[in-house]
Structure formats: structure tokens, C-alpha cells
T-cell receptor
Framework: DAGITQSPRHKVTETGTPVTLRCHQTENHRYMYWYRQDPGHGLRLIHYSYGVKDTDKGEVSDGYSVSRSKTEDFLLTLESATSSQTSVYFC????????????FGNGTRLTVT | GNSVTQMEGPVTLSEEAFLTINCTYTATGYPSLFWYVQYPGEGLQLLLKATKADDKGSNKGFEATYRKETTSFHLEKGSVQVSDSAVYFCALSENDMRFGAGTRLTVKP
């Protein structure tokens, strides 16, 4: 595995509560991504980062925010969790730009009740 | 915008059968194309890639050829094994990585 650790691996939370998921990498890669995986949709990009403090929105960014204060850490926050955000969340990293292959963490399964 | 369409599963094959998983794409420019594989409880892993028209990506007996004229990148393997059972994702990347919905493959002994 590329050195990517996601935490927590599983979380159950209630509607309306804030939730933060963490992605930690040991590869010193510049690019980091958050995806969500839902049946029938494949993976959809939520947010990505192209450097410390440099982030941008993906195709399903509503209801999510991110922060990257260090090269190795990329945080995804659900400001007020909703049931539609129940999903499996994957962090990915790449050394190059958009055309470079992605290396994925093992995912965080989030359930919003 | 860019998008990927891959054949719906699930696909069930007997060991040593021939595998084809179809993938077609829509893109405004000249994307790179990828196949990823996901085993239960894990993240996606890169299986193979192709960066320009007529390139063939290959790995572990799997192959796919970048066909610009048919906007396709079909995954093939001549003889599947039980250990190939997984979910396979086609993806393209131009400004960001876009994935198909995934195809679940089950190989029976």
C-alpha cells in the first residue's frame, strides 16, 4: 500500500452533528482527494487539494468542507451531517497532476442516522 | 462534461473463461484512461492505464486498448481465476479523475 491511513474506519453519527474524517499520507505527495462511493454511482469527487492550503471543489461538494494545513494531512468535514451523506469515503493521493494514477486509502464507512 | 459508462454487472464466470468488461467514455479533449480494481473492504488499486490513442495497457494478464475512434477502453483477460473476483472500475482523467459505476465480477471454481 502507498502510505495512506484513513480514520476512523467506521463511524455512526446522528443527523445534524458535525463529523470530521482524516486522511494521513507518508508519501509526501502533492495532490490529495476525497471521494465518496455509492452503489450505482462509482466514485464521485468531493474536494481535492493541490498543495498546503490549496483546495478546490469537486462535483459533489455541497455540505462538505476540507482543510490541508500540512502536506501529510487532508481533513474532510461534514458541517451538519444528513442521511444522504451516508456513504463510504475514500481518500486518494497522487504525485503528479490530474492524469496521474491515484493511490487509495481503505475507506471510512459513515452512517448518518 | 467528461463521463464514463461501463457495462452493468454482476458478471459471473467459470474459472478459465474469457473476460470482457465494456467501457466507453465521453471527453472534450484527450484524457488518460484507467482500470482500477477493488477487493472487499479495500480501496481501489490501479490495474492498468493508457495515456493516448492506440496505447495498450496491461497487467496481471489483463489488457485494454485505448480506442479513440470508438471512444472505448474495454478490459479483457484470456483466462480468469477465482482470485480475480472483485469490482472493476473504468476511469478517465483530464482535469480530474471520473469513474464508471463499477462492474462486479465473480469467478466460480
Amino acid at each position: 500500500d502507498a502510505g495512506i491511513t484513513q480514520s476512523p474506519r467506521h463511524k455512526v453519527t446522528e443527523t445534524g452533528t458535525p463529523v470530521t474524517l482524516r486522511c494521513h499520507q507518508t508519501e509526501n505527495h502533492r495532490y490529495m482527494y476525497w471521494y465518496r462511493q455509492d452503489p450505482g454511482h462509482g466514485l464521485r469527487l468531493i474536494h481535492y487539494s493541490y498543495g498546503v492550503k490549496d483546495t478546490d471543489k469537486g462535483e459533489v461538494s455541497d455540505g462538505y468542507s476540507v482543510s490541508r494545513s500540512k502536506t501529510e494531512d487532508f481533513l474532510l468535514t461534514l458541517e451538519s451531517a444528513t442521511s444522504s451523506q451516508t456513504s463510504v469515503y475514500f481518500c486518494a493521493i497522487s504525485a503528479g497532476g490530474p492524469n496521474s494514477p491515484l493511490h487509495f486509502g481503505n475507506g471510512t464507512r459513515l452512517t448518518v442516522t | 462534461g467528461n463521463s464514463v459508462t461501463q457495462m452493468e454487472g454482476p458478471v459471473t464466470l467459470s474459472e478459465e473463461a474469457f473476460l470482457t468488461i465494456n467501457c466507453t467514455y465521453t471527453a472534450t479533449g484527450y484524457p488518460s484512461l484507467f482500470w482500477y480494481v477493488q477487493y472487499p473492504g479495500e480501496g481501489l488499486q490501479l490495474l492498468l492505464k493508457a495515456t493516448k490513442a492506440d496505447d495498450k495497457g496491461s497487467n496481471k494478464g489483463f489488457e485494454a486498448t485505448y480506442r479513440k475512434e470508438t471512444t472505448s477502453f474495454h478490459l479483457e483477460k484470456g483466462s480468469v481465476q477465482v482470485s480475480d473476483s472483485a469490482v472493476y472500475f473504468c476511469a478517465l482523467s483530464e482535469n480530474d479523475m471520473r469513474f464508471g459505476a463499477g462492474t462486479r465480477l465473480t469467478v466460480k471454481p
